[in-house]
């Protein structure tokens, strides 16, 4: 069992340029989220769904996009990078938000 | 506001030392308090779930109690291996919440 698997692991991009961070789990979760961890901040979610073909904001999701075409997949899009991205990334799913979450190990980003 | 809020920020301990962390929260309609630890560059592992005050839960040396406006986290006899952030997050039927958590050194 894989868990919860993220890439890029690290990635530097420039301001104004997109990306997208990939995040795949293989455990039949209807629920998955992304989280953003800053120092002194806790985890702030950003985007989650509910299933596949459902997605919802979260507390701080300007300038991200998500889509979830099938349960297993939920690919985060920035779209034009900016320096306060600057994080790290992760990737969490679960049966429901009633239950604990598996995170993936994280992609570090630096918008220079 | 809903809000966690933990304590100590940082604490250190020497082996065997027990202690414990606190996790107060004020989250409206709270269904769940949920307990991580967090190796460095890793993702948080998921440790236990609490869900009515009173309950406790149990995994080797730790032990996580939930009363109706804090969560605490005891560590027995802890050994390094033990070192890590730990992360409490309450949850309602439409937010999770996560606390800036406690990072705890054990000293051999």
């Known amino acids: 069992n894989a868990g919860v698997t993220q890439t890029p692991k690290f990635q530097v991009l420039k301001t104004g340029q997109s990306m997208t961070l990939q995040c795949a789990q293989d455990?039949?979760?209807?629920?998955m989220s992304w989280y953003r961890q800053d120092p002194g901040m806790g985890l702030r979610l950003i985007h989650y769904s509910v299933g596949a073909g459902i997605t919802d904001q979260g507390e701080v999701p300007n300038g991200y996009n998500v889509s979830r075409s099938t349960t297993e997949d939920f690919p985060l899009r920035l779209l034009s990078a900016a320096p306060s991205q600057t994080s790290v990334y992760f990737c969490a799913s679960s049966y429901s938000r009633l239950y604990g979450y598996t995170f993936g190990s994280g992609t570090r980003l630096t918008v220079v | 506001e809903d809000q966690v809020t933990q304590s100590p920020e940082a604490l250190r301990l020497q082996e065997g030392e027990s202690s414990s962390l606190n996790c107060s929260y004020t989250?409206?309609?709270?269904?769940?308090l949920f307990w991580y630890r967090q190796d460095p560059g890793k993702g948080p592992e998921f440790l236990f779930t609490l869900y009515s005050a009173g309950e406790e839960k149990e995994k080797e040396r730790l032990k996580a109690t939930l009363t109706k406006k804090e969560s605490f986290l005891h560590i027995t006899a802890p050994k390094p291996e033990d070192s890590a952030t730990y992360l409490c997050?309450?949850?309602?039927?439409?937010?999770?919440?996560f606390g800036p958590g406690t990072s705890l050194s054990v000293i051999p």
């Open positions: 989250v409206s309609g709270l269904r769940g």
């Open positions: 997050a309450g949850t309602s039927y439409d937010k999770v919440i």
């Open positions: 455990m039949n979760h209807e629920y």
